[in-house]
């Protein structure tokens, strides 16, 4: 059971650059997250999803978008990618009123 | 808008050292509270639950106590070892589960 996967594990980026951070899990959980983390401040969210055919904004989510491709797959794209947006991107799910489970992260480095 | 203030770090320990991390929160409703761990170069684990006042949450030898007349969830392990060095974040959740996190508190335990 491989519970929430990403991909990639790490990117470097040149700015105005495109790229599309993937995100799967296996656990049949309705509600899908993107978060961002940077020192000292935790994470943010940027985009949920709560089900199948839905998307949310977060706290953060210019310069993201967001598809939720099926039940399983979440994926987050930077369109023009920004030295602001180096961070560590967390993807999660979760059931309709559970706890989030965490993938393994995807490092992000925009120069 | 909910928000979780915890304890900066970072704090550095001796082992079998008693250690507290202090988190407050700010929410309306009553939110589920969390604790979660983050090892080196991994993603976040989910350490601890409550979901409701007065509710203990434990694992691993850790413990909080949701108290809603102080709105605390503060972190204990009695005594820690080198193998609890890790960034632990506090986070609430609300209606639809959407986490906000404080900003991590940095653990070193020495040996």
């Known amino acids: 059971n491989a519970g929430v996967t990403q991909t990639p594990k790490f990117q470097v980026l040149k700015t105005g650059q495109s790229m599309t951070l993937q995100c799967a899990q296996d656990?049949?959980?309705?509600?899908m997250y993107w978060y961002r983390q940077d020192p000292g401040m935790g994470l943010r969210l940027i985009y949920y999803?709560?089900?199948?055919?839905?998307?949310d904004k977060g706290e953060v989510p210019n310069g993201y978008n967001v598809s939720r491709l099926n039940k399983r797959e979440f994926s987050l794209r930077l369109e023009s990618a920004a030295p602001s947006q180096t961070s560590v991107y967390f993807c999660a799910s979760s059931e309709a009123v559970g706890v989030p489970y965490f993938g393994p992260g995807t490092r992000l480095l925009v120069l | 808008g909910d928000s979780v203030t915890q304890m900066e770090g970072p704090v550095t320990l001796s082992e079998e050292a008693f250690l507290t991390i202090n988190c407050t929160y700010t929410a309306t409703g009553y939110p589920s509270l969390f604790w979660y761990v983050q090892y080196p170069g991994e993603g976040l684990q989910l350490l601890l639950k409550?979901?409701?006042?007065?509710d203990k949450g434990s694992n691993k030898g850790f413990e909080a106590t949701y108290r809603k007349e102080t709105t605390s969830f503060h972190l204990e392990k009695g005594s820690v070892q080198v193998s609890d060095s890790a960034v632990y974040f506090c986070?609430?959740?609300?209606?639809?589960?959407?986490?906000?996190f404080g900003a991590g508190t940095t653990v070193t335990v020495r040996a």
């Open positions: 409550a979901t409701k006042a007065d």
């Open positions: 999803s709560a089900s199948e055919g839905t998307t």
């Open positions: 986070a609430l959740s609300d209606r639809d589960y959407k986490l906000s």
């Open positions: 656990m049949n959980h309705n509600s």
